[in-house]
């Protein structure tokens, strides 16, 4: 039996991607620091998902509940999915929230891939993928340590897609647009694009399964995103000045 494990895997993205292996008869297991919002979303039908209580800003934490999870049957997939995003009010960005952001989308991610390999470079053989976002692409206004986090997991996973292939392993980075989870809904500006999370996590685990390098979607709002990341400076400043682009002013 295959075996994945998803960090942040009780709500969302996470979660849809867990219940979506586990219909597909894997042995999936998931991390979140709330075990009620696992009990709540996967019993009594996902007998084949267990919980895993790890905080991804907890090095040791996430290593042991990664290390446990595959003593049964290894692992073949992990996906560091767990994290946090908040706008800033002001125009001088909150340093402690910034620092958490850090150590959740960015430090956690290096802790879960560093337990996977673990497993996976004695075993030779396995696929590792990281949740960044179409932000990873720009410096947004408003959202500086979210683009920050999710551009450097972006380049994280370039890189170790081109090292870890001699090992016989596949690094793959997942840029989404807006998703509908309780992450965005806690948004009050338009999301252009919106994906239903079922819909999000099928188009991620067909790109996990062509071990693309990196997969943005939806592809109209990813492309346009990304010819902005490519531009000249001076005209995605002007760009920026359009209210699709700038939430900060909503
Ligand atoms: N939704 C979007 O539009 C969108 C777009 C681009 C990228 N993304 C990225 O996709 C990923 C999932 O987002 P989502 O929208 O599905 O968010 P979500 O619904 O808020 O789910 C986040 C998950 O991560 C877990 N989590 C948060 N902090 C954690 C921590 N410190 N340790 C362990 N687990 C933690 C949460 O569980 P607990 O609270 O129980 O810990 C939950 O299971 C994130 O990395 C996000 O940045 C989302």
């Known amino acids: 039996m295959k075996s994945v494990f998803i960090t942040g895997g009780t709500t969302g993205i996470g979660m849809e991607l867990a219940k979506l292996y ?12 709330d075990e009620k919002k696992f009990t709540e979303n996967f019993r009594p039908q996902f007998k ?13 934490e996430l290593k042991n509940a990664i290390k446990t999870f595959s003593k049964i049957d290894g692992l073949d997939l992990l ?8 706008k800033f009010k002001t125009k001088v960005p909150d340093f402690e929230q910034s620092y958490h952001m850090v150590h ?4 956690g991610v290096m802790y879960a891939f560093e337990a996977a390999l673990d497993v996976m470079i004695p075993k030779g053989s396995g696929q590792i993928v990281a949740i960044s976002s179409i932000a990873g692409y720009l410096g947004l206004p408003g959202v500086s340590a979210y683009s920050a986090t999710k551009a450097a997991v972006l380049k994280f996973c370039e890189s170790l897609h081109l090292d870890l292939k001699q090992f016989n392993i596949h690094v793959t980075a997942i840029c989404p647009g807006f998703v509908e989870t309780p992450l965005t809904a806690r948004n009050n500006h ?20 062509k071990r693309k390098m990196v997969y943005a979607f939806p592809f109209f709002f990813s492309s ?4 902005l990341g490519a531009i000249p400076r001076t005209w995605y400043k002007y760009f920026m000045k359009i209210k699709m682009f700038n939430y900060s002013r909503e």
């Open 48 to 60: 084949n998902v267990s919980f895993f209580h790890a905080d991804v800003s907890n090095r040791e």
């Open 22 to 33: 586990a219909l597909k008869g894997w042995r999936v297991g998931v991390c979140g620091r």
């Open 104 to 107: 959740i989308n960015l430090l």
């Open 224 to 227: 346009l995103v990304r010819i």
């Open 79 to 86: 996906i560091a999915n767990a994290g946090i995003g908040y």
């Open 190 to 209: 338009s999301m252009p694009f919106l994906v239903k999370a079922p819909r999000a996590a099928e188009l991620i685990s067909r790109a996990i399964e």
